[in-house]
């Protein structure tokens, strides 16, 4: 354990070079071409089998070690946004309109130097570890779920992943038990009216009047028709109806995101849409179309692997504190490998207290402290070895 640390220290500055060389070269989900090969020929040169191509675009590296033992995956995601860098670095994204706004350029640089490590390490390694580094996490249907149907979670034992979380302070591992992140659904409403002039609003059926009691009208979903006790999103994201200033609109549309952590949260909301809409619209004589499109499930961390982690985590160097924190009602696809496998993702602070402003994650001026890559690796190892090197996921290495 003690070489696992000191040789990711000494590895430091490569694992910001590469952070910065993808950061530098981002792609956006299902678009992804350069990164994947780069994923691909670190992994070939350090020796290891390597899958490329699985489940569209991702990449799967594979370490046997050099004594038999159980399987565990490690998980970085790769793919970029479409959002316009405003940070002034050095290191700033070279293509106009795409930028690593949420932190997975480190993700991917923590993993590949944790694998350098740990294949110089493999004589000692009980077991087999998969380095899983997934293509479009950011778009839905996602990559997740089409790496496991190619394979990727084959013979696995337990799976282990952390987004770095630039809200959080560096030294900070957030963690916790069950529902961690919320189920992320989308859904469009299409409002039919009947057109005409500004000037004889009584011989229309204004889709605008319309839409935005329904805007109004949804709000009563989470306020009136939800348990206080469950948490629960409905937001409209976007209202279009646009006309000269002299027309009113014949069709309006919205749309908008749902998040829930129970299934029956989720169905009763999806359904709740469809009967506002419905008695909103008839109330005006007009018509609707509704689409209701399921995103990612809620990432659920099952009990005893999250434990498991979070004592791992007291032995590594520099994590400073651990703090069990509220559900996030973000969406992340890692949900599908916990429905497959026992495992936990974990949050690993990248907020630096010198910071004058501090940015959320998808702005055009996000940012991490690249001193939170190395315990991201830190601890995605350790548990790794202690998972390995252990009869029993209670008990930790030493």
Same mark, same amino acid.
């Given at each position: 354990m003690e070489q696992l640390f000191s040789r990711l220290a000494n590895y430091q500055d490569e694992m910001v070079e590469i952070r910065r060389h993808l950061h530098q070269n981002p792609e956006l989900s299902f678009e992804e071409v350069k990164t994947p090969a780069f994923i691909a020929s670190y992994h070939e040169a350090l020796g290891l089998e390597v899958r490329t191509g699985v489940g569209g675009r991702g990449v799967v590296a594979t370490l046997k070690g050099g004594k038999p033992g +159980? %399987?565990?995956a490690l998980r970085a995601d790769f793919d970029a946004l479409p959002i316009q860098e405003e940070n002034d670095s050095p290191y700033k994204s070279k293509v106009p309109g795409v930028m690593h706004a949420c932190g997975h350029? @480190? =993700?991917t640089a923590s993993l590949l130097v944790l694998a350098k490590v740990l294949t110089e390490l493999k004589d000692e390694v009980e077991g087999t570890i998969v380095f899983i580094h997934q293509h479009a996490e950011e778009l839905a249907p996602g990559g997740a779920i089409a790496m496991i149907e190619d394979g990727c979670l084959d013979g696995v034992d337990v799976i282990y992943g952390t987004h770095l979380w630039a809200t959080m302070p %560096? @030294? !900070? #591992? @957030?963690?916790r038990t069950g529902p961690v992140m919320a189920a992320a659904d989308s859904?469009? #409403?299409k409002v039919q009216g009947k057109g005409g002039h500004g000037a004889q609003p009584h011989k229309t059926k204004d889709s605008i009047v319309i839409g935005a009691q329904l805007v109004s009208n949804l709000q009563q979903i989470v306020s009136r028709r939800v348990? &206080?006790?469950? *948490?629960a999103v409905v937001s409209v994201g976007a209202f279009e109806a646009k006309n000269a200033f002299n027309v009113i *609109?014949? %069709?309006a549309k919205l749309t908008?995101?749902?998040? !829930?952590? +129970?299934e029956e949260v989720r169905v009763a909301i999806e359904q709740e849409i469809d009967r506002i809409a419905k008695g909103t619209c008839l109330a005006s004589d007009a018509s609707y179309e509704y689409v209701f499109k399921r995103g990612y499930p809620a990432v659920v961390n099952h009990k005893d692997d999250t434990e498991f982690v979070v004592n791992v985590a007291r032995k590594v160097p520099r994590v400073i504190e651990l703090e069990e924190i509220e559900p996030q009602m973000g969406g992340e696809d890692y949900s599908y490998y916990l429905e497959r496998v026992p495992g936990t993702f974990f949050f690993t602070g990248a907020l630096d207290d010198s910071w004058e402003e501090v940015y959320p994650h998808? =702005? &055009? /001026?996000? /940012? #991490?402290?690249?001193d939170a890559l190395l315990i991201a690796a830190s601890l995605l190892g350790a548990a790794t070895l202690s998972y390995l090197k252990q009869d029993s996921p209670t008990k930790v290495l030493s």
């Open positions: +159980k %399987t565990v350029d @480190g =993700h %560096t @030294g !900070t #591992i @957030g963690y859904f469009t #409403i348990n &206080p006790l469950d *948490a *609109a014949d %069709t908008g995101t749902v998040r !829930t952590f +129970k998808h =702005h &055009p /001026k996000f /940012k #991490i402290n690249e």
